[in-house]
């Protein structure tokens, strides 16, 4: 049999493989280059960019829980002036579909930078974070709230030709009411599910164990909810939907596309074994290859409920 063809179409997004690396997780990509070939990727997402320069949540901000991590960030990043200027120089080094995602407290926010990025031809496409379940203004306030979703998709859209990808909340009763606000105002494609929040606490000295009290939840303990939520939004609304949450292998991938996924990100995944996504590439094409199965894109929603 012929090498199987491993391509996604995402609106005008061409990747020539479904694997793409997550936000918050590879820093600009710098930080995972020197473990992952990136000219093999499917895309890579870029921590969430504000405006202006964010230091974050105080420490202690990560920890780590049964079969997955608690993190509450605080979308730390450099901002989207430094980001132009220091990490795209690196990023046009390589041949990889590069992904910005944004993060904003305001509406107005979002714009601009939209406004301010969408001029950078190395910036392929958008992912809007509207579901940081870590700061106090902005993120899950509009992520839990599918007009206010609908309204900055909408101002986003009016302000690139660059495909817009709408990242959802899984901490919402019904996912694909948001999906649905998103389509509605122009999105080309979904991201599901950034982080579900959750909390420890050190049972000695009754402190929660990150500073910010709650964080988000990922890694493989999610994987459930997230196919479920993916399923959700495949059977009810037509947009291409990108499948995040406890990724940890090849198999997770595979079924993550049954379910409805164009295309995958990989997260926690990146902090156990950063040479984990080339390696997953390569078990994918074999799948495909011992399967029978000419075009991994036949798999998307391929999934028989009767
Ligand atoms: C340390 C850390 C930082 C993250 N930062 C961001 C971020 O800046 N923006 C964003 O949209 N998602 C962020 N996420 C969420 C991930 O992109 C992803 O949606 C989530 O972790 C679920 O996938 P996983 O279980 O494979 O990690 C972060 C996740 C982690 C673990």
Known sequence: MSVPDLSIQIGTLKLRNPIMLASGTVGYGNEISEFTDLNKLGAIVTKSLSLKPRKGNPPQRITETPAGMLNAIGLTNIGVEAFLKEKIPF????????????????????????????????????????????????????????????????????????????????????????????????????????????????????????????????????????????LEISRKVDIPIIGIGGIMDWKDVIEFMIVGSSAVQIGTLNFIDPSAPGKIMAQLEDYCSKAGISKISSLTASYDLK
Do not use: W
Not at 109 to 124: A, F, M, N, P, S
Not at 131 to 149: K, Y
Not at 168 to 188: H, R, T
């Open 91 to 230: 990023l046009k080094k390589f041949d990889v579909p590069l992904i910005c995602n944004i993060a904003a407290s305001t509406m107005e926010e979002y714009v601009e930078c939209t406004k301010i990025l969408t001029h950078e031809e190395e910036i392929d496409a958008f992912e809007i974070n509207v579901s940081c379940p870590n700061v106090s203004e902005g993120g899950l306030i509009f992520g839990n709230d599918a007009s206010a979703v609908g309204r900055i998709t909408e101002k986003v859209r009016a302000h690139t030709s660059k495909p817009v990808i709408i990242k959802l909340s899984p901490n919402v009763s019904y996912i694909s009411s948001f999906a649905k606000s998103a389509k509605e105002n122009g999105a080309d494609a979904v991201s599901a599910i950034n982080t579900l929040v959750g909390t420890s606490f050190n049972i000695f000295t009754r402190k929660p164990k990150i500073q910010n009290i709650t964080g988000g939840l990922s890694g493989p303990a999610i994987k459930p909810v997230a196919l479920a939520k993916v």
